[in-house]
């Protein structure tokens, strides 16, 4: 028995049984879709198209939460009112024991993007640095202490203001300045904003990450949530706003 369906005001087929159960089975033919073949005296939907069509039923069309393909439902698992696909079916788990609301969106920064806020990080601390140097006295004055002085101060106010930059302005808005100006923001796994004590952690990992001849921010790159190594250490993420 071949059947035909109406779409777009055309009539498609010829399609055999396993061939038309198919198309139903995918949601391309829905309950309400006009069908027909020899034995039906008009076209009518598929609910009501007759005994034949009793091993015929339409079902809704589910989407996946997380990549939000269609799958037949009997390729899904479901969590709660979510159907994941079986693809999705860890990474959903994995959200779901850190405390993420099931069906949230979220969108990482990439590798570039936490590149280019780095670069203007760098150049307000450097700034932030020769200002620093200035306040304490100046480079006459420090050069007249000697050299091995002059090295051990510049090294404690570089890493001093740049650990306090990232650490507060992390903890107190969510983002450094390069970050804002991009629309990035630091979040736990929960999507919430990290405390001071995360936040120095965190900036104490990109030691780690800088040790690894930097492959540790290059994995931010091939991450499926975008995070470095120091996001991983310490289970933090960088979103979009």
């Excluded at 091993?55 to 009997?74: H, I, K, M, V, Y």
């Excluded at 601390?125 to 006459?140: D, E, S």
């Excluded at 100006?181 to 120095?200: I, K």
């Amino acid at each position: 028995m071949n059947w035909y369906y109406a779409a777009n005001g055309q009539q498609v087929g010829p399609f055999d049984e396993p061939a038309f159960q198919d198309l139903v089975s995918r949601g391309d033919i829905q309950s309400t879709t006009l069908v027909w073949h020899s034995g039906m005296n008009g076209w009518a939907p598929l609910s009501e198209a007759g005994p034949a069509s009793t091993t015929l039923t339409a079902e809704p069309a589910f989407f996946c939460s997380e990549c939000g393909t269609r799958f037949p439902s009997d390729e899904m698992i479901q969590f709660g009112a979510a159907r994941v696909c079986a693809n999705c079916k860890d990474r959903f788990a994995q959200k779901i024991r850190e405390g993420v609301t099931p069906g949230e969106v979220r969108h990482y920064g990439g590798f570039w993007i936490r590149a280019l806020a780095r670069i203007i990080d760098s150049v307000l601390l450097w700034v932030c640095f020769y200002v620093l140097l200035v306040v304490f006295g100046g480079w006459t004055s420090a050069l007249r202490s000697g050299a091995t002085r002059v090295f051990s101060l510049m090294f404690v106010l570089q890493w001093g203001s740049a650990a306090l930059y990232e650490i507060l302005l992390i903890s107190r808005y969510g983002a450094t300045l390069g970050k804002l100006a991009l629309g990035l923001r630091v979040v736990t796994a929960r999507g919430d904003r990290l405390p001071l004590s995360l936040s120095a952690g965190r900036y104490l990992a990109q030691l780690v990450s800088s040790a690894t001849l930097s492959i540790g921010y290059i994995m931010a790159a091939f991450d499926p949530e975008k995070r470095a190594l120091h996001d991983r250490i310490c289970n933090t993420r960088v979103v979009t706003n």
